[in-house]
């Protein structure tokens, strides 16, 4: 009886700190990607879009995309959706087939950075 | 029109100065080594120093040699002195049921540590640190199992994850091995004719990362709640080395997962004796863990100082 009244006590705690804790923000880990992390596409996508578990700031979140050669085919800089802040699209050069790889550095609002990388490829 | 853009810079230069001001976020955050992330374990100590506790850590122990059985509530925590450099404390109170002896209860002693993160390796998910644990004698209930005498333990932990092995093995990036390497030297020979022997303590945790093999390798569609989920086996042996007990080896094999969400995460493990001086039956272990710096990232989940 008493060692259930110390779990529960323990369990309480652990809850109270929990939901106790300010508005919090944390970690932006990918959640989802079009095209799909390791997907293989029919036609050549004209962005990248990456949905996050967080709202990123958008003075520090990058994201750029480079073929098997390693060079750039980002039509410019990575922006953050402004009605949807975890949402990050990088506009995309016309691109042929093959394989490309997508990096990115998240910075979310509350300053913790993440950081990933991920392939996709275009069908010949 | 000016106004505005002028307040748009301004905006950018305060967050930038603040960032440079702060610019060891990657070693604040709990077990990121690169692009991977290493959860807390539960049977072996986590390669990373952060702000963390977990609470509780509900233990229900293999049937032991000798007959008993103990149920143990416990609790870590880890604080941040300086980004690199933290102190732990962890306790466990426990409820041991022997045949033919009346129930003991009770704190079975105080451990505190203090841990030096030695490196954190973006490109290879590599990461090491130093520690020294002390587990501190009479600080505990005797009878309920907690030492009479001091122990100190000078650790080595190091983590690994596999994110740079070859395109050709895609399958096999997700993988993360963590490892301790302990020695136990007690400061007391012996106690009441019973030899303290010190010992080696190795143990090791191999993790298969869903999270990381739908962002980083391929998205399978795995849903919540299994998309967070981080399936491991846990394995540790403590190996007595001098005062006659040198070959009395005993450990535990844990298979189980952890779940791993944005402030927290739970863990389960069936808990399997490695042979019969360890025990015999399955024992189960269940762990609430708090992220510190993600739940309260501009107070207790910060380092004391940023030096």
Known sequence: MVNHRMIVAAAVLAGAVTLGAPTVQAHAFLDHASPAVGSTVPTAPETVTMWFTQQLEPAFTTATVTDASGNTVDAGPAQVDPKDPTELRVA????????????????????????????????? | MHSAIYDWRWAQFALAAALTTTQIDDALAHGFAGDRFFPATILTDDPFVADEMSLPTVTLDPTASDGSRELGIG????????????????????????????????????????????????????????????????????????????????????????????????????FALTGNLVFNFPTEVETQGVPNPSSFFYGFAVEYSIPYLQSQVKDLGIGPPFNRMIPLVEFALTSPFNRGQSGMTTGTVQPGFIWAGQYFQVGAEMIIPTNSLSGHGIGGVFQFHMYLDDLFPNSIGRPISQW
């Open chain 1, 92 to 124: 995309l050069k016309k691109l042929s087939p093959g394989a490309y790889t997508v990096s990115w550095h998240a910075l979310s609002v509350d300053t913790h950075t993440t950081t990933g990388h991920f392939t996709f490829e275009i069908k010949p």
């Open chain 2, 75 to 174: 609790s870590d925590l880890s604080m941040l002195i300086t980004p690199n450099w933290d102190f732990t404390l962890s306790t466990n109170w426990a409820h041991i049921r022997t045949p033919g002896v009346s129930t003991q209860t009770g704190f079975q002693g105080l451990t505190t540590g203090t841990q030096y993160q030695l490196f954190i390796n973006a490109e290879h998910e590599a990461m090491a640190l130093a520690a020294l644990d002390v587990t501190w004698g009479n600080t505990g209930k005797l009878a309920a199992g907690a030492p009479g005498f001091t122990t100190l333990s000078p650790t080595f932990d190091f983590g690994k994850g596999f994110g740079d092995l070859p395109d050709s093995l895609p399958w096999l990036r997700p």
